[in-house]
Every structure is written in C-alpha cells, then in structure tokens.
C-alpha cells in the first residue's frame, strides 16, 4: 500500500534537531553543522505546524521556515513533504513545487 510505505520514506540517514517548544526535527546528517547554529521552534501555520527560526535585519524581524532553508525554495514556490510529515525536514525528503502542482498533487484526497 503507498502510504505504508510513505510513512518511513525516505530510508536515509538522519538527525534530530532540537526545537525550543515541542519534538525535535528530523534533518539530513549534512545539515547538520549549519542548522544548529540557529534557534528552531514550532510554529502553526493554516492546517499543520513548521519548524521556524527568526533573526533582525535591518530593524525587522524575519521569520524562514526550516525545509524552505534546506529545500532552497525559491519565493514563487511551495515547499512540499513528500512522506506528509512536517517534522521531517530530510533533503530526501522535500520536493519544490509550483503552488498551482502542490494545490492539483493535494486534491486526490
């Protein structure tokens, strides 16, 4: 069935990252040294929760998301969880998507 096997994809190696306000998240192990200089949170965003860090910049705060850092997702594009789990930010695991192709691949629900 393809959501069993979705549920463990992707079979790669992983590493926790600690989040200030919740469970930890799931990165890739070369990642790893880059991620953890930031601050990580949850965040709920719509219908689900991300992991988020902030910082100032020029006198406003900016917020980016976890897997749109990892993913490098260009501003006109989603980023997309293949295995459906927003906790698991693997690069194998992420999937830039037009919003148009990320609204039509959701719709079969």
């Not at 295995?83 to 930010?89: S, Y």
Request: some cysteine; glycine content about 2%.
């Amino acid at each position: 069935m393809l959501i069993k096997e979705l549920r463990n994809y992707p079979d790669t190696p992983k590493v926790l990252l600690p989040t200030t306000n919740g469970p930890p998240a799931i990165i890739s192990p070369e990642d790893e040294a880059f991620l953890k200089t930031f601050t990580w949170r949850w965040k709920k965003s719509y219908h689900c929760s991300y992991v988020v860090t902030s910082w100032r910049y020029e006198q406003r705060v900016h917020t980016i998301q976890l897997h749109r850092l990892v993913a490098q997702t260009p501003p006109n594009m989603l980023g997309h969880h293949i295995n459906h789990n927003t906790a698991d930010n693997r690069r194998d695991n992420l999937r830039n998507m037009l919003e148009f192709d990320h609204i039509k691949f959701h719709s079969w629900r």
